[in-house]
């Protein structure tokens, strides 16, 4: 038995390292079917407006990211009629810490926003950079 320990510990090591290597199919998401910029020089942005230019110019480039950028304010805010939905009314009459978002309306008022049929009219404030898509062209 102390024969085939080693041997069964190196090819569960061996499976291992392969199904982890192992992809089906091609990336999806942000900036996926781009050309990359090959061996160019690459590129530090040091804020959102440079990076948001870099990812949206035609050149080439190789973008390196070494730090968080937090969007969060570069497109202003809006405030506008929203709704706090019956269950999230009822979460919080609970007193438990549930803290829940209220709901920005869709076109046709609180009749035609789920969940707000029921609902109590608030005022909802949000930051425009979760509304504003970010170009992302092909280099």
Known sequence: MKFF??????VVALIVQTTEAFTVGSAT??????TGGGNATPVYPTTTAQLVAYLKDAVPRV??????FD???TEGTTTEAGCRPDYTRECIA???GYKSQDVILQSGGMS???GCSGGTSVTVKY???A???MTVTSN
Do not use: E
Request: proline share 6%; net charge positive.
């Open 5 to 10: 320990r080693p041997i069964l510990v190196a």
């Open 29 to 34: 998401g942000l900036a996926a079917g781009t």
């Open 63 to 68: 973008i390196v990211l070494n730090k968080t």
């Open 71 to 73: 969007f969060r304010g």
């Open 94 to 96: 609970k007193n438990n």
């Open 112 to 114: 035609n926003t789920g």
């Open 127 to 129: 930051d425009n950079a």
């Open 131 to 133: 509304i504003t898509p």
